[in-house]
């Protein structure tokens, strides 16, 4: 599964190997399969992504979740059903 991917990301960038690699922005190295990343680094870069918002607490988002029209998706952030 997807469980060796971050850990073969980093491997295969220290023996110099071709890789997806890893996404380092402030010195954090970014989870390249966290789809909240990914939107927030299409939309840095002028492109179309979804209106989003996350976090693990209800009231960070409560006011998105009033905000938006149903249905709305939940996903996990990391995990085969992100």
Do not use: W
């Not at 060796?4 to 110099?16: C, I, K, L, Q």
């Not at 071709?18 to 990343?37: A, P, Q, Y």
């Not at 939107?39 to 209800?58: I, T």
């Amino acid at each position: 599964g997807e469980a060796g991917v971050d850990v073969a990301d980093v491997v295969s960038e220290a023996m110099g190997l071709l890789s997806n690699g890893t996404l380092v922005v402030n010195d954090e190295i970014l989870n390249r399969r966290d789809k909240k990343v990914q939107q927030e680094l299409l939309r840095s870069a002028g492109m179309r992504s979804v209106r989003q918002s996350g976090s693990d607490k209800f009231e960070d988002v409560e006011q998105f979740l009033r905000t938006e029209s149903y249905p709305i998706v939940l996903k996990p952030t990391e995990s085969a059903g992100s």
